[in-house]
């Protein structure tokens, strides 16, 4: 049975921006891009150049993808030509294959928000969709509030798709803008729009998810006969967010009753790197990951009851509704069991750490990694803590010096020229064998700016390791991150320290504590732990 | 038109446990139950009464609920009577008016995890809700992986729901247990049931969120004829959660396609608290809340874009599919690089501030919040620092006191028992009118457990403000959020800080820094300054 292809258009860099607190950088929206493109999107809309500096850097540096790059503006105003709008202009000076350019589809938008006749509206589309075909661009309309603008005037709601249709644009999307209608009322339109005259092979769809539907009712769409799904990824967007490609990818490989029928760009090999795409915008946005999030989630395939664990070691498939390796995913189940300690000893393995089938330390470490991971410790984005941890647990770490203690002042005043200025110092006290040593050291860089108490502590922490110097001379402190893990005042500070030598080597450590300075300065400690291990560095003998 | 009556029943207490991480304490579950009953849930499913003692604990103390108070349990073991079963005795001791029992539909898991003939099985449905009907309980039964049984074996799971209605079962509900089942799967399949001989009337759905279609999955069922929905609060429960009834309840009574054919028990009096009741959930979890949730999350009517704010200006309607009142929601409309000098408008009036549209002082305060923005600030999560923003730019900010200088300090030792400990120590020198005042504070909590520097600054600086200090006793700071705005060593720190006051206001501030104390500073200056001006506290004079 020949299978009918999907066309997958991604919006993360354009209506996933839309979402509060969500301002991606221009090397940001690059990292994104180049995410999408290797997962296998066929359309990737980089953002509306011309309405910020960051959209319009982003399609200055020409990103090259295997997906068409599309830039997204607006349907000319009205009482100018087509030629004559700075706004659209802009978006064709983008100088990408595709443009989507948004319109109105609802008759009560047309003459409230825009305040324009109905008749102009059309003009407006039908006009600005040949402008883009004439200047040799693949056009898209995205028809917002399409179906609302149905729902109250069906007629006027398929004038405007047609303008856009005959005006010859290749795609035209029906968009559910404020995310209220439902997946039985999505199907039927979109079942009318076919009759109407537009093929569904020229039919996109893009849902929010206000009734928490945006994904049913993208699927209704697409059962109805539209072949193009736009969506983001983890769901970012306005209000409740998008429809999530991180859920429908997933959905329609995995999932017999798609599946069966269709066929996308994504392989089921850039599938398995499903989870860490999603985890890593997770990281960039610095948000912590949504546990229950469908298919990625860190709870997606975790079995808490005692009568879905027993029978998931008999057979997995009891309690899965697919195999969680499949997206990159892994199954949770109670730490003690068997399964968790062959993961272990594999992941050990992985290190150059050769453990025992039935070594009773393995028990113990994964009691004292579910122990941290409740006081806030993440390992999975710490492998060198993680390593430490475990080497720690059978003996192979040497005592290479003790801090005996640190001070770190942070003060912030006026200097002689009257101007407030902040400086940070830190004093550490380490024990060599039988050498005691201070250091101190303040937080100002090359231009003389404060760098805040934590590069004080590194500086401070690095300045004179006796023996060890050689070893630490080369590191250097690349990213820190920082989240609170609980909310409230009891809140509990993660800090996640890379660090990177001169070998190329980089590696990340953890640490945790109310106290956002001591958990810095346990991630650091960790950071110079590693390298010396790595490095071979022999430890000072008192 | 007379609308049919659909019957909600709520599983928080049992199915929402099995979320990872919650584990509920009996005073808890008397509260939650109070809020469902509040809310006008028909049926609360308190636990499993004998499988643990909170479970048991939370029957023994006999709530009182409008609700039909239900038990949960099994169907009796094989080779054993009901009578004799120990497990269904506790489930019957718990002396509630209903009980729901969960049994297998599909023969694979009778055969692989139960370890018994099908016949067996039937056997043990039928004689175990017999006996419940004949104690005078109203028995449901639950049909464990019924969906995916149905898909393997039609006819056997079939019998097993005939098994449970022939014994007198006034619900049958209908398990998509490992959630992977699409809508249009639990559609048709519902329709054969019915046409199986089991009325609607007599069949429930239950759903979980694995493909992210747990409510969609829900309201298909009820299209097909089921009449009881199952869910929980927040979307609660294994793996990625159950259905959502906060999700579920505004769309029944909000959307015309359910509201006009439906009733539910929920009055719209009562759902105009339902934020209140998601909230205080997420609080007895301690649970940062997750803004996007449909209806009640903090993002749900969040506008960012600037065409949005413009065009909500002149209508709200156009932009949202329901009014956020009617589920005590409210209009969030947040500043960012893409508001536009509407949006400001809007947000100036909100905050009691009329500006006139060619107020160039608009011009302005826009290209301050863009260059601040660039430097690392989040206006749309800082309301609070936005309008001080503003209200300088409009001259409306009186001078309430002046920072000379602070410094903080800490300092990890040992102590007279020789354990390390951190001690973080915080002195600030403000000026009031003439008067200078110089407050130190350190940072241990009642406990004697060290809460970092922020904490010991933001209590220097609440120490002493004199006149000003009725202001600021009835003021917290109830959460903290820090995020690194740019990587590598440049990286700037973003702080966030949630305060709350004794009328019950919460405001949120920002500050911005490559020093954290200092970002974490200015963020408490804003919060502190905001009070003063809600207030309407009167500025000392010199």
Redesign the interface.
Known sequence: MTRTRLTLYDTTLRDGQ????V?F?TPEKHQIAAMLDQLGIDYIEGGWPG??P?DSEFFAAKPQTKATLTAFG?TKRAGRSAENDDVLAAVLNADTQAVCLVGKAHD??VT??LGISLAENLENIGASIAHCVARGREAHFDAEHFFDGYKANPDYALQALHAAHDAGARWIVLCD????T????IRAITESVIKSGIPGDHLGIHCH?????????S??AV?AGARQIQGTLN?LG????NA?LT?LIP?LLL?P?YAERFEIGVTPEALTQLLRISRKLDDIL?RVP??????V?????????GL?AS?IL??PT?????DPATVGNAR?VPMSNQAGQSNLRMRLADMGVAVARDDPRLGAILEDVKAREDQGYAYDSAQASFELLARRALGQVPDYFE????????????NKYNEMI?L?EAVVVVKIGDEKKLSVSE?L?AEG???????ALAKALAKDLGPYQDAIDDM?????????T????E?V?RVIIDSEDGQGRRWSTVGV??????AS?EALLDAVTWKFLRDGVEPCRT
């Open positions: 839309q979402t509060q607190g301002q950088s309405a910020n960051t607006m009560f938008h409230t928000a803008t404020n995310g209220g439902l997946p039985s009322e998810d206000d009734t928490g539907q945006a994904v049913a009712c699927l209704a059962e769901g306005e209000r409740c967010g999530s859920t959905t999932k009753a610095n949504l546990r229950t999030l469908p298919f989630g860190a709870s997606a395939f975790a079995h808490k009851a879905h029978a008999k057979d009891t309690y899965e509704h697919i949770v801090v005996k203690r640190y001070r770190v002042t942070v003060e912030r005043r006026k902040t940070s937080s860089d700016h404060d760098r805040g108490p934590v590069n250097k402190l690349v990213d820190f991150k920082v989240r609170i609980q909310g409230g005042t809140a500070t504590s109310p106290n956002i300075v001591d300065f």
